[in-house]
């Protein structure tokens, strides 16, 4: 059984621990998305850090942020990174974190919700490419957009300087 609950106080080493583990040697990972969540949990731009539990053990964490839309458009955030432990992968763990942290966005009455990643993942969960939102310095098949509240926003994203692009 999967329990996903929001971060608490002493919770950051073993998300660090996950997160690494779980990008370890990924082919599109520079390895820095552990470092990414402190930045955000530094800056007070982790908006929603949920973790995955099984039996009693933190096995999955995802990560929502923030974004910047140009023209201004309040609202969105930016879904990632997601983790799983691999000794525990492909088990539904990081659909249920995705789903729920979804919920939760709908739930505070955000915009819309932006991903950076595979579309065959992603397009499950109702991303879809945009023509209307840009990723400067992205491919735009790995750019996705969900609106959550309203319509389809228009303009050009930028992810938290947590993330180091620009």
Not at 90 to 95: C, K
Not at 115 to 142: H, I, M, T, W
Request: glycine share 10%; proline share 7%; aromatic share 10%.
């Amino acid at each position: 059984m999967i329990y996903v609950r929001h971060e608490r106080p002493g919770d950051e080493a073993v998300i660090h621990a996950v997160t690494a583990a779980a990008f370890e040697g990924h082919p599109h990972s520079d390895q820095s998305e552990p470092f990414i969540i402190e930045r955000l949990r530094e800056s007070g731009a982790l908006s929603v850090s949920l973790v995955a539990e099984m039996n009693e053990e933190v096995v999955g964490h995802i990560a929502f942020s923030p974004v910047t839309l140009t023209p201004e458009e309040p609202g969105w955030f930016g879904l990632g990174p997601v983790s799983v432990k691999p000794d525990v992968q492909a088990q539904g763990i990081g659909r249920q974190l995705i789903l729920e942290g979804l919920e939760w966005l709908r739930a505070e009455g955000a915009a819309g919700c932006v991903v950076v990643g595979d579309p065959a993942l992603y397009q499950k969960f109702g991303f879809r490419n945009e023509s209307a939102l840009v990723f400067p310095g992205c491919a735009p098949q790995y750019f996705m957009a969900l609106a959550l509240s309203g319509a389809m926003a228009a303009g050009t994203v930028a992810y938290h300087p947590a993330f180091g692009v620009e």
